[in-house]
């Protein structure tokens, strides 16, 4: 069981242009979930989903964001128009029920320069 | 709004002590609570998981405990080890999974040889 696969591991990306992050969950998980971590602070939440649907967003940006989990593949962190407050940690957990143990992955660290 | 707040901060002992990290909520409502490490630019590797009909659990040299009603639990590390160096992170589950994990700021440990 390979755990939760994160890609890239760090993605630098100038202010403007777009920002994709892949998230394979463990085997088995129909549970998603991204976070973001930004310096000096504690995880946010930001969406949960499981295949094909987004259960919450409330944590997620309304704008600029968006994120998909489908039936085949892997989950997708989507940022447009990356600005400079977009630098941060994201990490992507995964589980086999809402309310199971999370397991998370290693992270993708987003600069914007 | 649930809100986890881990103290102290920083903790820096000797190799060999025994030590307790906290960690406080606010609404007592949880359905898990989870202990985390984090080592720098590394995601984070669950410790621990108590469901909230659970007193404490226990893996190796950890153990932890919740009171869900006073919205506390503690993680005791036993005879620490310089391994032990990292950031250890308090998270809770609320509402079936949706709005994801809450998470403290986290204990930054350093053992000292």
Redesign the interface.
């Given at each position: 069981n390979a755990g939760?696969m994160?890609n890239p591991r760090h993605l630098v990306r100038r202010r403007g242009q777009e920002a994709r992050l892949r998230c394979s969950p463990m085997k088995g998980h129909s549970?998603v979930?991204w976070?973001r971590q930004l310096p000096e602070?504690?995880?946010?939440?930001?969406v949960?989903l499981q295949k094909e649907n987004i259960?919450?967003e409330?944590?997620m940006p309304k704008e600029r964001f968006s994120a998909e989990f489908p039936k085949e593949g892997p989950s997708i962190l989507r940022i447009q128009q990356v600005v400079r407050g977009d630098s941060a940690a994201y990490?992507c957990?995964s589980?086999q029920?809402?309310?199971a143990?999370?397991?998370?992955?290693?992270?993708t660290?987003l600069t914007v320069v | 709004k649930q809100e986890v707040t881990q103290i102290p901060a920083a903790l820096s002992v000797p190799e060999g002590e025994n030590l307790v990290l906290n960690c406080s909520f606010t609404d007592s409502a949880i359905y898990n609570l989870q202990w985390f490490r984090q080592d720098p630019g590394k995601g984070l590797t669950s410790l621990l998981l108590i469901q909230s009909s659970q007193r404490e659990q226990t893996s190796g040299r950890l153990n932890a405990s919740l009171d869900k009603s006073s919205g506390r639990s503690t993680l005791y590390i036993a005879a620490s080890q310089p391994g032990d160096s990292a950031t250890y992170l308090c998270a809770v589950g609320i509402n079936t999974g949706a709005d994801g994990l809450t998470f403290g700021k986290g204990t930054h440990l350093i053992i000292q040889p």
């Open positions: 939760v994160q549970h979930y976070y602070e504690g995880l946010k939440f930001m949960y259960i919450d409330s944590g990490f957990a589980s029920t809402g309310v143990e999370a397991f998370f992955g290693q992270g660290r | -």
